[in-house]
């Protein structure tokens, strides 16, 4: 065999099992959630399940009042979240690339000193929470996380990108800056759009830290903080279990070991299943990123 | 002659006005939730009390950063966040750097996509579910890698009680979480390199090491360089998803997994005993050191390469 054919072979047999690293565990969940709970006392998670029974999800459907209440949520504060974020930012990093505009320099250094230097968890928690008073509203999920700095940036790399004939010949024509932007830079930017606007997309439905600081009414919970507080309840329970009296814990309905994934698998999907398709969106966002802003 | 409107020269005040309008919302997000809480900062030196406010608390000087300093858990906290960001900056860049390159002699394309694809899932995942899919391999009774982990001689009756094994669990799932992006990263720069300067080195001889090392590698210099500053200035900082829900917040497994954000965190949050003040004075010496950390290393780095320096 050629040198190279080995090396080649090598390489390939590696990433093989790199990718099955990252592949199994997410699959695991999956089959975990769709096996028999008697199969996992007995023999403990598997990655295949010995049986395929779908009661979990059943059990989850059954009560759903949470889950969809949870849903309506996340959905609410993604797809509004989302659109304001990617406007917002987008008009912004428009007048940052604006050749000629008196305050770009000073507005873009307002700007980067933000990823610098930062007020820390505290002040920003004690403003949020007294001074603003969001503490279990809608709008605290929806302003967390609204504005990225870095998003902006890349933002304005792309606008550069724009041809300034394009720009000049709307000047000529006398058009506001409100309507360059609306009739020009929104049409000719749709790729960063889009890229941008899936990972806001992807940051809120993913976003569980402010529910866990600032949200208390069932209501609000939005997906993954659902997912993390029945988490941190069973740890309770099950930690506390032998100070218990019997009776108290045949009452309690622990969800099973299969529900619990199922939840997993349920709050995480939407995006696993949206992945694949936009990852290319995705990486052309973060290169262009990454290579200084 | 119609007179050709320059972009180049000053545009009028109305277009000034106009576009500062259009950046408004931006300016005025960022004043409200980036710069208001930078005069929060006062908090870190008053006993601040819930019900007096911000100005309403008694002033105390430094001692919130005394009373920190002096615990007993200063060290450990501070120790393991240094530690736990030393050796995710140190594995990750070479882990990230070494699978890129091979993966820049992967030729056939859709294996490379697939080996993408499967590496950068993990980001997508919240760590709430992450959290659960650790959960699912190390579980006391029913993990799937309990069988594995005791081949090796430790105990799994209940690992999120059992402190010595975490830190390479938590540095393991840390960079499982974080390789794809890294490398995908990396790879569009090796990919934007001319294939012209490897075939010039191949006819001179040069082995597929020395090519990767003397060719791919400088490339990948000044972004790495970037990431390592804006890393070095969030070194007292960490990731808190990781260290808070992959460990269940486990108070057994603090000695090994407490950071200064998790630390802080209980701080604010303990309904009985909420020592805001030092919190707020914690996070004042995170920001402050990290700020002054990035100026220094970004210095060093214009120094010996501008090109490579972050600003």
């Not at chain 1, 949200?215 to 507080?229: A, T, V």
Request: overall charge neutral.
């Amino acid at each position: 065999m050629k040198p190279n054919s080995i090396h080649k072979s090598i390489i390939n047999i590696f990433f093989i099992i790199l990718s099955l690293m990252f592949i199994i565990p997410i699959i695991s969940i999956i089959s975990i959630s769709l096996t028999n709970e008697n199969d996992i006392l007995e023999f403990g998670y598997s990655v295949i399940p010995r049986s395929i029974d779908t009661i979990a999800y059943e059990y989850i459907f059954k009560n759903p009042k949470q889950i969809i209440d949870s849903y309506k949520v996340t959905i609410l504060i993604s797809v509004v979240g989302t659109v304001l974020s990617t406007l917002f930012m987008l008009m912004c990093s428009y007048t940052l690339a604006r050749k000629g505009f008196r305050y770009k320099r000073i507005l873009s250094f307002y700007l980067f000193f933000t990823l610098l230097f930062n007020g820390g968890l505290i002040p920003s928690y004690i403003l949020t929470a007294k001074y603003l008073n969001l503490r279990d509203t809608i709008w605290v999920l929806i302003l967390s996380g609204l504005v990225n700095v870095w998003y902006i940036f890349i933002l304005r790399t792309f606008i550069q990108g724009i041809p300034e004939s394009i720009i000049e010949s709307a000047l000529i024509d006398g058009a506001s800056e409100y309507r360059i932007f609306s009739a020009l830079i929104i049409p000719l930017s749709t790729p960063a759009i889009a890229t941008i606007g899936l990972l806001n997309l992807f940051g809120y439905w993913n976003n569980w830290m402010t529910a866990l600081l600032y949200i208390q009414n069932k209501e609000l919970y939005p997906l993954q903080y659902l997912l993390q507080k029945i988490m941190m309840d069973i740890q309770a329970v099950i930690a506390n279990m032998d100070k218990l009296p019997r009776e108290v814990i045949e009452e309690m309905d622990i969800p099973s070991e299969t529900t619990r994934m199922a939840l997993a698998v349920v709050t995480a999907g939407p995006m696993l299943f949206i992945m694949p398709f936009f990852q290319k969106y995705f990486i052309r966002g973060m290169t262009v990123g990454s290579i200084k802003g | 002659m119609k007179a050709k409107i320059k972009l180049k020269s000053r545009v009028s005040t109305n277009r000034d006005f106009q576009l500062l309008i259009l950046s408004l919302p931006v300016l005025l997000y960022v004043f409200v939730f980036c710069y208001l809480p930078m005069a929060g900062i006062v908090v870190a030196f008053e006993d601040y009390r819930y019900d007096k406010g911000v100005f309403g608390s008694e002033l105390i000087g430094f001692r919130n950063f005394e009373f920190f300093f002096k615990s007993d858990s200063a060290f450990t906290v501070t120790f393991n966040t240094l530690a736990y960001n030393l050796a995710f900056i140190v594995v990750g860049t070479l882990l990230s750097i070494s699978v890129a390159l091979l993966l820049n002699e992967v030729k056939n394309k859709t294996a490379i996509k697939i080996y993408q694809t499967s590496m950068f899932l993990p980001y997508f995942f919240s760590w709430v579910v992450v959290a659960f899919i650790v959960y699912a391999f190390i579980s006391p009774s029913y993990g799937m890698a309990n069988s594995f982990i005791s081949s090796l001689g430790i105990d799994t009756s209940n690992l999120y009680f059992s402190p010595p094994i975490w830190p390479f669990i938590l540095l393991f799932v840390g960079e499982w979480k974080y390789l794809g992006y890294s490398v995908i990263i990396n790879y569009t720069v090796l990919m934007g390199i001319d294939s012209s300067y490897y075939e010039a080195a191949e006819v001179d001889g040069a082995s597929k090491l020395q090519r990767a090392w003397h060719i791919s590698v400088p490339f990948l210099v000044p972004i790495t360089v970037i990431q390592i500053i804006m890393a070095v200035g969030r070194i007292f900082s960490s990731d808190f998803g990781l260290f808070y829900q992959v460990t269940r917040d486990s108070s057994m497994l603090y000695s090994v997994t407490d950071v200064i954000d998790t630390y802080i965190f209980r701080a604010i949050m303990n309904p009985s005993n909420s020592d805001v003040g030092m919190g707020a004075a914690i996070g004042l010496f995170q920001s402050l050191v990290g700020f002054i950390l990035v100026i220094i290393t970004n210095t060093i780095v214009s120094k010996v390469n501008k090109e490579a320096a972050l600003y």
